[in-house]
C-alpha cells in the first residue's frame, strides 16, 4: 500500500524537479559574492575537519576524492565566501570526508592540517555512534522498524561517553598542529526529527522513535558544551574551542519522521531526496531518487538526513552571528610553509602595451616570495603558463581548390631546419639540435636524453610562434579549423627546456571544456590517425582521410586557442627570471584561452602542504559568445579545491575583469587587482636631495633647496620639511594632482641649532624618499668659540687682524690701525742758556728741571710719547692724547694729523697713477 502512494508521490515530484533544475544547475552561484577590488590587506586560512556534516553531503557540486562528498556548497564554503565579501581574504582546505569517524580523522585529516590554518571547523562524533544505522532503522522506510531503530539508539547511547572522549582526543591533535593563536569551531548536528509523535510499532509494543531521537539528540549539545567548556577552562589549552550548536536555530525545519509526508520547509534531506533548496516562501524542492534504488539495489543514502543546500547555508548564517570575522585574523600571510605559484600571462596584443609592467610585477613577487621562503627557511618554487587566443582559421577550401601558399614548409624553414613541416603540425619529440624526425619513424627518446623540445602547436616552432608579430603572419602559422572539437597537447616531460612549452591548443566545441578522450601525439594509445588530427590542410579535414564530397561545404570557423606550459615548477630564480624576461605579445584575446590556461594551471604538480597560487596576469575580460557562456567556472572552483586549495589572484592591465573570474578569484580566497594598482610596488622611488647650507646666524634669513629631488615617472607632488630634526614635518609644499611642487622653502632660526634638517619627497605613486643636509645656527654666523672670536658679534669665519690689534676686522672701526703722527725735533738751547722751557743744568729758567726736581720731567730730545696698546675699541691708549698740542711747540696736533693723511693719500693717487 505505501509502495503505490510512494510511486505516485515521486511521479508528481517529477514536474517539481524538472521545473526546479534550472536552479539546481545554477546552485554554484552561492559563490558567487559582490565585486571588491584590491588586496584588503586581512587574510585568514580555514580549515575543515571531520563528518559528512562539514564535508557537504547533501548539496551537490561535488569535488576531491570520490566518496569524500566535498561540497563548494556546504557550510564551511558558504561562511568563508562570506568572510571574502568583508574584504578578509580567506582561503579554505576542505579535509573533511563522508563517513569520518574520530579514528580517521586522528590518523589522515590531522596530519594534513595546515600547520599556519587560523580556524579549524568540524562537525565530529556522529558517524562513531553510527548515526547512519539511526537513520536506516528508524527513518528508511521499508529498511527501518522497531527493533532496528531501538538497537540503534541503544548502541548510540552506549557508546556516546567513549565517542566524547575521542572528540577531546581530536581536540588535542589539532592543538597540537597549530599555533597558539588559533581557533578551533565545533558546530553541533541538528535535530533529525521534527518534534512530531511518532512511534515505530512491534505487535502491541510501541518505540516512539521521534521523541527519543530528539532527547538524544538534545543530550548530546548539552554534552558538547560541557566538554567545550571544560576544555576552555583548562589553561593547558592554548587553542580555544568555540562551540555553534545548530539546534535551536533549525528548530521547524528538521525532517518529518513519517515518510510519508515531508516537512516543506525541511532543512535536511529526507528519504529518498538531494540537493533540497528553499524557494522564496520557503518550500523546499529538491531532486528526488527513485524508489527503485532501494528496492533493487544502487540507491545513495549519503546525502538523506544531512543538511540540504538550504541547511548548509543557514549553518553559515549562523557562525556569521556567533563567530562573525574570526579576531586572529592576520594582516599578512603566515610564511611557515613552502610556496608554489604558478604564473599564467597573457601574450595577445592585448597586454602588448603593458607587458613590461607584467614582467616586473613577476620579477616582484618572485623576489618576495623566494626572500620569504628563504627567512622561513622553506622554499619557493615557480611555474610559467602562457595563453593567447588565436585568430579563426579559415575554412577548409572546397575540393579541387588550390592549396594556400606556405601550406607546407619548405626544408629549411624557420624553426624547422631540413624538415618538411605542416603548418599547425606537432613536431615529434627530438633530442635538442637534431633533425626532426618524420612523425612515423619517431622513438621514444633514451632514458638519460637531453631534455625535449617541442614546437609550439599552431606554429613551426617556438620561434615562429614568437615572430608571429603580424596578421599576415598568425594567419600562415594558425591552425585551420577541424569539422569536430578536438584537443592537442603533448605529454610533459619532467625538465623542460626554457623555450619548450606544453601546448594546448583547443578548437571547435572543446573550446568550452567539452574536449574529447583522443590521445595526444605521443602519447600512450595514440595512433597514427590521432597524431594526424592535429596536422590540417586546405584540402583535408583533420581525422578524415576520406575523399569530401563534391558538393561538400566549407567547415565553418572555429576558434582558436592556444595554451602553453613554458616552465613547469623550478626554484631556480635566475633560469625561471630569464624565461619571463623572453616573453612577447602577439596574439589575441577575448576567447576562452583564460579559463583554458587557469585550468591547466589548477592541475600543475603542486607539493602537498605548500601554499598553493595561481597568479593571473592579462586581460580578464570575455566576449560575450557561445563558447565563452559555456564555460564552466564552478567546476574550475571545484578544481582549485581539490588541488587544496589553489588561490587564483588576478591582475588585470584594464581593470575590467570578467564577473565569472573575479567571483573565481574571491571563492579561492584571492583578489582582483588592477595592474595600475601596484605599480607603485615596481617603479622606482623618487630621489630626495637638498643643496648644502653655509653656516647661517640666528634671525638670517635662508632658503632650503630640494630642486634637485626628482621622480622616477612624473613629477613630485608633495615636499615635506623637519627643519629641527625631530622626526617631524614642519612645514609642507603640496599641489593638486597633475602639477609639481615647490621645492624651495624659505625658514629662519630663532635660536642657535645644530643638527639635520630632512626633506621628504613623495611622487605621484605615493612613494616617498627623504634627504637630509646638515644645518648649523650660531649666534654671529661662524664656528669661532665667542671666547677665541675676535669679533663674536659678527660673522667673522676668517679671523683677519689686518692691524694685529686683537679686533677682528668684520668689527674694527680702524682696521688698518690707529694713525700715529710724527713729531719735529725740537731746539736745544745753549749750555746755561736762559731759553724758557730749557734744560740748562744749573739755570732758574722757568719751567725748567732743576736738579733733584722730579715734578714734571719731560722727555728726553727727540723721543715721543709711544702707546702701550689698544686694550679696546675706543679707548685711547695710555700716553696718547688725540688731538692735543704737541709739547714745547705749539704745533695743533690734529692739523698735523691731516696733513699726514693727505700724504698719504697723495702717495696712494700716484702709485695707481703709475700703473696705469
Known amino acids: 500500500m505505501n509502495l503505490p502512494f510512494s510511486m505516485v508521490r515521486m511521479f508528481k515530484t517529477t514536474t517539481k524537479f524538472l521545473a526546479g533544475l534550472a536552479a539546481v544547475a545554477t546552485a554554484m552561484g552561492t559563490f558567487s559574492l559582490p565585486a571588491h577590488a584590491d588586496d584588503s590587506g586581512k587574510y585568514l586560512t580555514v580549515t575543515l575537519i571531520g563528518d559528512s556534516y562539514t564535508a557537504g553531503n547533501g548539496a551537490g557540486a561535488y569535488y576531491g576524492p570520490k566518496g569524500s562528498y566535498r561540497s563548494t556548497r556546504n557550510w564551511g564554503h558558504t561562511y568563508v565566501n562570506w568572510l571574502n565579501s568583508q574584504g578578509v581574504h580567506t582561503t579554505v582546505h576542505n579535509l573533511a570526508a563522508s563517513g569520518a569517524v574520530t579514528k580517521n580523522v586522528l590518523e589522515k585529516q590531522i596530519p594534513a592540517l595546515d600547520p599556519t590554518t587560523d580556524v579549524v571547523m568540524l562537525t565530529i562524533g556522529g558517524n562513531d555512534i553510527k548515526f547512519e544505522e539511526i537513520v536506516k532503522g528508524c527513518f528508511a522506510k521499508y529498511l527501518s522498524g522497531y527493533d532496528a531503530c531501538k538497537k540503534a539508539m541503544t548502541f548510540a547511547e552506549t557508546t556516546f561517553p567513549e565517542t566524547r572522549e575521542n572528540i577531546v582526543k581530536v581536540l588535542k591533535a589539532a592543538q597540537a598542529k597549530l ?61 580555544k574551542v568555540t562551540f555553534v550548536p545548530t539546534e535551536i536555530h533549525f528548530a521547524g525545519h528538521e525532517p518529518d519522521p513519517d515518510q510519508d509526508t515531508r516537512n516543506p520547509l525541511r532543512w535536511l534531506n529526507e528519504f529518498l531526496e538531494d540537493e533540497g533548496k528553499a524557494g522564496h516562501d520557503g518550500t523546499v524542492t529538491s531532486k528526488e531518487q527513485s524508489i527503485l534504488g532501494l528496492i533493487f539495489g544502487g540507491a545513495d543514502y549519503s546525502s538523506w538526513y544531512h543538511p540540504n543546500i538550504t541547511g548548509h547555508a543557514e549553518i553559515a548564517n549562523l ?348 571563492t579561492t580566497g584571492g583578489h582582483v587587482t588592477a595592474l595600475e594598482t601596484v605599480r607603485p610596488l615596481i617603479v622606482d622611488p623618487p630621489t630626495a636631495r637638498i643643496s648644502s647650507v653655509d653656516v647661517l646666524a640666528v634671525g638670517e634669513e635662508f632658503v632650503l633647496d630640494a630642486s634637485g629631488s626628482f621622480a622616477a615617472e612624473g613629477s613630485l607632488m608633495k615636499y615635506e620639511w623637519d627643519v629641527d630634526g625631530d622626526g617631524a614635518y614642519d612645514l609642507t609644499s603640496e599641489v593638486p594632482a597633475g602639477e609639481a611642487a615647490n621645492p624651495l622653502q624659505g625658514h629662519r632660526y630663532t635660536a642657535p641649532f645644530t643638527g639635520n634638517v630632512a626633506v621628504r619627497v613623495t611622487d605621484k605613486f605615493g612613494r616617498t624618499a627623504v634627504g637630509t643636509v646638515e644645518v648649523t645656527v650660531t649666534k654671529d654666523g661662524d664656528l669661532i668659540d665667542d671666547a677665541q672670536d675676535n669679533c663674536p658679534a659678527d660673522r667673522n669665519p676668517e679671523q683677519i687682524d689686518t692691524d694685529k690689534d686683537g679686533i677682528g676686522d668684520a668689527c674694527d672701526d680702524t682696521p688698518l690701525g690707529a694713525p700715529v703722527l710724527p713729531v719735529p725735533p725740537t731746539t736745544d738751547p745753549a749750555p ?66 691731516g696733513a699726514g693723511a693727505l700724504m698719504v693719500i697723495g702717495g696712494i693717487m700716484m702709485v695707481r697713477t703709475r700703473r696705469r
Open 319 to 666: 557562525l556569521q552571528q556567533k563567530i562573525g570575522i574570526p579576531s586572529n585574523v592576520r594582516s599578512v600571510r603566515n610564511p611557515k610553509r613552502d610556496s608554489d605559484i604558478v604564473f599564467v600571462v597573457e601574450t595577445s596584443t592585448a597586454t602588448a602595451e603593458k607587458l613590461d609592467q607584467i614582467k616586473k610585477q613577476i620579477r616582484r613577487v618572485v623576489d618576495e616570495a623566494t626572500r620569504t621562503a628563504t627567512d622561513a627557511g622553506k622554499e619557493a618554487r615557480f611555474s610559467l603558463v602562457t595563453f593567447r587566443d588565436l585568430p579563426v582559421a579559415p575554412p577548409a577550401p572546397a575540393p579541387g581548390a588550390e592549396t594556400t601558399p606556405g601550406a607546407e614548409a619548405t626544408p629549411g624553414a624557420e624553426g624547422t631546419p631540413g624538415a618538411d613541416v605542416t603548418p599547425g603540425a606537432v613536431t615529434p619529440e627530438a633530442t635538442p639540435g637534431a633533425t626532426p624526425a618524420a612523425p612515423a619513424e619517431a622513438e621514444a627518446p633514451a632514458a638519460n636524453a637531453a631534455p625535449v623540445p617541442r614546437t609550439v602547436a599552431g606554429f613551426r616552432s617556438v620561434s615562429a610562434f614568437r615572430s608571429a608579430t603580424t596578421a599576415e603572419d598568425r594567419e600562415e602559422a594558425a591552425q585551420p579549423a577541424e569539422a569536430e572539437a578536438t584537443v592537442t597537447s603533448t605529454e610533459e616531460s619532467d625538465e623542460t627546456d626554457d623555450l619548450v612549452g606544453t601546448p594546448l591548443v583547443v578548437s571547435g566545441d572543446a573550446a568550452s571544456g567539452n574536449t574529447n578522450d583522443t590521445p595526444a601525439p605521443g602519447a600512450p594509445g595514440a595512433t597514427d590517425t590521432a597524431a594526424d588530427a592535429t596536422v590540417t590542410s586546405d584540402t583535408n579535414t583533420a581525422g578524415n582521410a576520406d575523399k569530401p564530397a563534391e558538393n561538400a561545404q566549407p567547415a565553418p570557423a572555429a576558434p582558436l586557442e592556444e595554451v602553453m606550459v613554458l616552465s613547469e615548477f623550478t626554484a631556480d630564480r635566475d633560469a625561471f627570471l630569464a624565461l619571463v624576461d623572453g616573453l612577447e605579445a602577439n596574439g589575441e584575446a577575448g576567447g576562452p584561452a583564460v579559463y583554458n590556461a587557469l585550468k591547466k594551471a589548477i592541475a600543475m604538480p603542486f607539493t602537498a602542504g605548500a601554499r598553493k597560487r595561481v597568479l593571473l596576469l592579462g586581460d580578464g575580460e570575455l566576449a560575450d559568445n557561445d563558447a565563452n557562456n559555456a564555460l564552466d567556472w564552478a567546476a574550475l572552483a571545484q578544481d582549485a579545491f581539490t588541488a587544496n586549495t589553489a588561490e587564483i589572484l588576478v591582475l588585470d592591465p584594464d581593470n575590467e575583469t570578467s564577473p565569472a573570474l573575479t567571483n573565481l578569484s574571491h
Open 179 to 239: 599555533e597558539s593563536d588559533a581557533q578551533i569551531i565545533l558546530v553541533g548536528y541538528p535535530l533529525l526529527s521534527m518534534d512530531k509523535d511518532w512511534s515505530l510499532k512491534k505487535r502491541k509494543e510501541t518505540f516512539p522513535a521521534a521523541q527519543k531521537i530528539r532527547e538524544f539528540g538534545m543530550f548530546a549539545t548539552q554534552e558538547q558544551q560541557k566538554l567545550v567548556d571544560t576544555w576552555n577552562a583548562d589553561s593547558a589549552n592554548t587553542v
Open 832 to 897: 746755561g742758556g736762559n731759553t724758557p722751557g730749557g734744560n740748562n743744568p744749573g739755570g732758574n729758567t722757568p719751567g725748567g728741571t732743576q736738579p733733584g726736581d722730579n715734578s714734571g720731567t719731560a722727555p728726553a730730545p727727540g723721543n715721543k710719547p709711544q702707546p702701550e696698546g689698544k686694550p679696546q675699541a675706543g679707548v685711547a691708549p695710555k700716553g696718547y692724547t688725540k688731538q692735543g698740542a704737541l709739547a714745547n711747540t705749539g704745533v695743533d696736533a690734529g692739523m698735523l694729523a
